[in-house]
């Protein structure tokens, strides 16, 4: 069964303490993070509520942080195929002289033109920090915008060259394929990415060992937890930042029957309860953002109500995956898990 | 018609009054269950609502009970097949070679990781007991928490050793199924289920025969009334104890479209029409709660609302589905149906 | 262009004005539907509200009724096909050999076991008489049920012998069809049924001319109109009260996704452009109760709300189709529809 | 990166003061929009709020307009396909010989019964003036109406003369089908359109070619932006002004699963995001409304009160689109896109 018991915490707890001793971290104070690389932006003023004392915190998270929300915005916009893509349109057959679906690509475009650049003033205005899930394509489209995003501290992440389906590839094409997503990316943007995130969480066989091969150190394709923990990979530790289908954007409002207040009312749920666990164990809330989706104004709206309600509580901490990442790895509070799914 | 006339209630009202004497029942008062096996926990402080006094229920239920709700909690993650099952995900057509589908997988994950560990801490600040309806391979590849499960206090009911169509068995292929699972459970949990709920509500020409040779007491796979009946099943007596759709989470949020608001609104509303005509008859509130689905921090936070409005009204008691059916078999009050469905 | 404009409206006042002194109506006192066979119900100080005097109604329904309100409610619970229909259950290939489908057949027989019961004890509290729509064989399978509709107060009306699709019939066959469903509903109820509505609404090119031949005197199948018309049919005068899709509980809720209070709201919207337009124009607000879906706790919760908030407006009536059908064949004010669709 | 850099804006800004003073346009003042066709509704005292003065408006528009709400109303009902059209109703085969399907046509009629008298009277009581995308086939069946569009303030745009998919046609024959279109529409009501919009958005590889040759200046089917722009069409400029499926009645609601409340929190919502962004930016809302879906009573009800809101806020104003592209095309500070999509 998955859940702490009282020797095991208490065994925990201790190995926790030293390293946090270790590591220079002062328990309990906004002190830590300047220690530990890459938990910078939760010292933020800004990132980080501290309107109200959070004195019970048990130290599962660096400092005085309680919970750890992560967000992904992912940018896409731009990599999508010409014609046949997912969209709220609805599917016809284009005879195979019409090169491409315009309609549906304007709905990509609104991603690029207003989407983006609209989440990248929210996020500024709020100090949160968030990791970018960048096709290469349309980083390599928009070198400017995936330039920005990440001159304004957020992460890029990898997330393919382009749209495919990489359960689908042998060894070698994946392979391949997975370093030329990251190539891209960093030429456009300046960083390597440190974590991956498969086209609809589809990975394959051979995806988390390739990943590793290629040196990325976590990726975000399993919904199981509501906490970092580590598998092992090729005899090694890799992390999981788990990602989210219920507090998903594009689940729930697939540009049909949008509804950003439903969306609201829902992350607001999922927070309370995850705040309210987050008092006696490690707690993280993953949240996506799709570049044409979240960046519209109504849905922009409901995430900067959202952001207020967190940030009004004590203790609540954007950070960026690559930051959890890093800090899971070398907490030993972090579960491990030895099965394979 | 299926209504009670006058008649036929002061003759029922006779006979219960005479069943509840024989078996020791004070009416109108908490005395009554410890004489009836199962019905125990309907006497828990934490169980049964006791905040204001009821005058007027008509002994429907034991003692001072009102309104009963039965909570299903299935236990399924980790018995689906390895790909092509049912989530929120889009379905793809996976290569031979690939020999399963792991995206789907940590979906069904978080049901036993994060899902039932949620609920079941939920059920115990309560002091609500469930039925959990466990897929026998769920429980044999999880058997702390299947038996953590019993050991709360909750009832193992069947579900099948795996997803399968019962319907489109034949009677020995069938019989063998339920055996199998049967055994599983048992196994595991040492605890043999009395109830049965075969995979998506559908059973064969054959099954409740089957259920009732095999020592089963009751079935949930019927949705036609508010209250449990009684049918005659190999010339015998078999308990229903109806289920629900429309109570049902996997119906109402399906991974996809997921709003936790909604189905706390509805099933609120179920309750308050089904609390105001329990005053004059027995009334039953079936509610469903699948792992990976309602095991969710929103989802448990709706169902934390929930339970404290429900437990805010005058003689609301949850009760186990076994302990509903052995009531309901003794009872003379319950409706007995001729008809074959 | 559909509006009246002002000089057909002072026509029609005078023309009305006529036909109301020689029917011995009184306009703007209740005692006009004494004198006009079908209306009785709406006298009823249950079925109109009169709490608020209205002073401004036109006379376009009798007495001081401003905005009429027909509630339809399907009784076809046991008179769908053994396997294959329609319900919240997904479809599957059932074996030749299985008879048939138990679960959604229990989904059905919710409408029959409780929900129309429901429905009646609510439409009683409330004093509200419908329309049923009666399958021929729903009606028969439950004869007891079907008479007590129309024992207490309620119109019997015709939905065919089964579900079958008569835009697909032979003129003869259709025929038959109409003629088999209108003999079982009258040999049941003792009403022979004067108003029709076909499967879905799906009327074929003769559907219209066999309904007047065989003494129908309306049908509902038409969505066009927020208010009955007369439309030509073999040359006669026939009526089309119109029915609803956006007040219809089967595709608001389709047993999936269901949300009572979404119904709710929006037919409380519904309600108050029609009473705001009312006062201007004849308006009639139709809204549909199928037995399995209407008539759950929860759904009737939703319409003891709507009515109480319908009830609470001046001169709010509700009648009966068959009543508004006679009503308006004799109105001078009646819309004629030369249009055929 | 599609956002506007302070250089570029104290350059636009520069440019457009020039050519508002050369309009003879008072910047901050309503005296703006005398001095340009097709602004003149914008200065109504209905169709915009003056309630409170706007003083920081960054001149983005004429006068003191700080947002510009665009609404499309679709005049369709009466051109569609007489079987096999998309409707709330569930797709059937119908047989051969079966002309039509009575049923989906009277939930067509409703359009021109209903919903568009409804929503004139609308636009009448708030002074708004909307654009009306006009089937060719549609305005001919009911000319008094598509004449009452126009004659009560509202701009006629082509919409094609039928239901069909022009991106599948040859050059000349989507030539021909513009043009006829064109013809029909101006035949009805005496107005030229000048704006266009493809059946569901899907325009072909020659369609904005062929617009431009037939001398229209506008299209509507790009969802890119939140504002309009202009385009290099033939070599010359071509003004989009943008379209939603975001705030679009059809896909909210569907005809199924309709809610008129989520349909208006989210346009208040994207209101409220779009007014906020609109003190820094030039900033266009658009919304639709189909007049089979829209026209109904409650989702009337709701627009009622969206325009209330957003008529409560200074500066809001709605603009026919033909008003909007002409002041489009003349101001310095329209965006020009260079990317073909």
Redesign the interface.
């Known amino acids: ?3 702490h018991n009282d020797a095991e915490l208490t065994l925990a707890e201790a190995r926790r303490r030293k390293f946090l001793i270790q590591a220079g971290v002062t328990v309990g104070s906004l002190a830590v993070a300047t220690t530990l690389p890459g938990i910078s932006h939760a010292r933020s003023e800004h990132s980080m509520s501290t309107q109200h004392h959070s004195p019970a915190v048990g130290g599962f998270w660096p400092g005085d942080i309680r919970l750890v929300i992560s967000i992904s915005m992912q940018f896409e916009a731009g990599g999508q195929p010409p014609k046949g893509t ?1 969209s ?3 599917k ?1 057959d ?2 195979a002289g ?6 549906t ?3 990509f ?2 991603g ?3 989407g983006i ?2 989440m990248l003033d929210l996020w500024d205005r709020h100090g949160v920090k968030v990791t970018s899930h960048m096709i290469g394509e349309a980083a390599k489209k ?1 070198p ?2 995936a330039k ?1 995003i990440v001159e304004r501290g957020h992460e890029a992440a990898g997330h393919g060259p382009r749209w495919s ?1 990489e ?2 590839m042998s060894r070698d094409e994946e392979k391949q394929f997975i370093a030329e997503g990251t190539r891209m990316v960093e030429e456009v943007t300046g960083q390597r990415p440190t974590g991956y995130n ?1 086209n ?6 051979n995806t988390l060992s390739l990943l590793q091969e290629l040196g990325y150190t976590y990726h975000i ?6 906490e970092p923990f580590i598998e092992q990979v090729n005899g090694k530790d890799f992390v999981v930042v ?1 990602y989210t ?2 507090n998903n954007d594009i ?2 409002v ?9 969306f609201l ?3 607001k ?6 705040y309210r ?1 987050a008092g006696t164990r490690r707690r993280m ?1 993953s949240i996506s953002a799709h570049d044409r989706i979240s960046g ?3 849905m ?3 995430w ?1 109500e959202f952001i207020h309600y967190a940030k009004s509580k004590a203790g609540v901490a954007f950070m960026r995956k690559d930051e959890i990442a890093r800090f899971a790895l070398h907490s030993p509070l972090t579960l491990r898990e030895s ?1 394979t ?1």
Request: net charge negative.
């Open positions: 069964m998955d859940t997912d709220p349109f609805p016809v284009f005879p019409v090169p491409s679906d315009p309609a690509n304007t709905w475009a609104y690029y033109r207003e650049p609209r928009h400017d915008l920005a389906s359960y689908a498969c609809w969480l589809r990975r394959g066989p394709d399993d919904i199981s937890r509501d788990p289908l219920r689940l729930l697939e540009g049909r029957n949008y509804s950003p207040d439903k009312a829902q992350i749920r999922d927070f309370d309860e995850l666990e809330m519209s104004p109504q922009v709206s409901a900067d099965e799914i």
